[in-house]
Structures are given as structure tokens and as C-alpha cells.
């Protein structure tokens, strides 16, 4: 009979380690190239430069956020209503969401 061990090869061992830390660097760079993506340098589009209304979230001591259709992004970015109507209907449904923040809607 054949004795069963849970032995495992140190050399077996270092490559699971070399393996585990090859992904590890692939998702770390994975995570970086989608940082970029939602927080791209480039101007904003130029439908938000368009006169109208955004939707805004007010924090102390912090950059302004506009809501889009897609949820809150960075100053310039946000969804610009034509009218009044527009921003106050969607600022209703944003305020079901979130009831406790400071949200304003600001003329462009």
C-alpha cells in the first residue's frame, strides 16, 4: 500500500507564488487603465457647454459633482437640461435616492 502525503515541492510552491503575483500585476495594471477611464483629463463633451441647467451635489470643502444619466461624475460632465421643468422633475427622482445630501440645480 502506497502511504498518501500532502507534501508539496518547494519549487511547486515558489511557482504558484510567481503565478499568483503575474495576476496580480495584470489586474493592478487592469485597475489603472479603468481609473483612467472614469476619470479621463480630456475637456468635457460639448453638450455640457450648452446653456441650460445640472443637477449638482454640494459637499464642503469639495469639488462640485453633476448628475448624468449614468450617476454622479465630475464637474462639466454631468447631463445639461434645456429647461427648468426638466432639471426639477429629474432632481424629484434624485432626491428619492439620496433625501440626506445637499442637492442644488445650478443655471450654466
Not at 2 to 13: A, F, G, S
Not at 32 to 40: A, I, Q, S, V
Request: hydrophobic share 30%; with cysteine; aromatic share 8%.
Amino acid at each position: 500500500m502506497t502511504k498518501k502525503t500532502n507534501y508539496v515541492n518547494t519549487e511547486e510552491l515558489r511557482q504558484r507564488l510567481r503565478n499568483l503575483e503575474a495576476e496580480q500585476r495584470r489586474q493592478n495594471a487592469v485597475l489603472r487603465k479603468l481609473n483612467k477611464l472614469e476619470n479621463p483629463e480630456a475637456p468635457a463633451s460639448h453638450h455640457t457647454h450648452t446653456p441650460g441647467y445640472v443637477i449638482c451635489l454640494m459637499f464642503e470643502s469639495q469639488p462640485t459633482v453633476e448628475w448624468s444619466q449614468a450617476g454622479w461624475r465630475p464637474r462639466g460632465r454631468g447631463t445639461c437640461y434645456e429647461t427648468l421643468e426638466q432639471a426639477v422633475l429629474s432632481l424629484a427622482t434624485i432626491q428619492n435616492d439620496w433625501p440626506d445630501y445637499q442637492i442644488k440645480i445650478l443655471k450654466k
